[in-house]
């Protein structure tokens, strides 16, 4: 069964607003999936998404309140089947933690968008809601996209 492990830098934001995405299209999709998100920091360990993100995939009919942010380990290299970074920092990052027994494929989010490969997901963070909705449209897109693929292996 696939696994997807989204991660970005404090994984209060970005990452669970691309797992609950993710979520919610794999369950439109009938499609049997894990899904996570973690951070490459561990500010934000044990905390709920940041409200603006929550309210957010509330508008949009998905609920990640009951997600909280943890930090990105080794052994999720071998957890997961996939890891994806929301940008290129993250990226980097996670590169630089890769075990010599990782299983997991790394690859930005936006990489499984047409036409917006190699770009990062927009960070809210230091704006307002409307970034948030700019990050969600972005997720999405990258969820419906990503979804897609595994459904076709």
């Keep these: 069964m696939p696994s997807i492990l989204f991660v970005c830098l404090g994984n209060i934001c970005r990452s ?10 794999a369950d439109r999709l009938r499609l049997d999936l894990i899904v996570d ?7 934000h360990a044990g905390e709920a998404p ?20 943890r930090q990105v380990t080794r ?38 968008v047409p036409d917006r490969e190699g770009q990062a997901v927009t960070d809210p963070w230091f704006g307002d809601e409307a970034g948030f909705e700019i990050t969600w449209d972005e997720v999405a897109a990258a969820a419906r996209g990503l979804a897609a693929k ?3 292996r």
């Excluded at 998100?37 to 500010?43: E, F, K």
């Excluded at 940041?50 to 942010?69: F, W």
């Excluded at 290299?77 to 990782?102: C, G, M, Q, S, Y």
């Design 16 to 25: 669970p607003l691309a797992e609950g995405a993710l979520r919610a299209e």
């Design 37 to 43: 998100s973690a951070g490459t920091g561990n500010w």
């Design 50 to 69: 940041d409200e603006r993100a929550q309210r957010t995939a509330l508008r949009h009919g998905v609920d990640i309140s009951a997600l909280r942010a």
């Design 75 to 112: 052994a999720d290299f071998r957890r997961f089947t996939h890891i994806i970074a929301l940008d290129h920092e993250n990226l980097a990052n996670l590169r630089k933690l890769v075990p010599a027994d990782a299983t997991a494929e790394l690859s930005l989010l936006l990489d499984h």
């Design 150 to 152: 595994l459904r076709a």
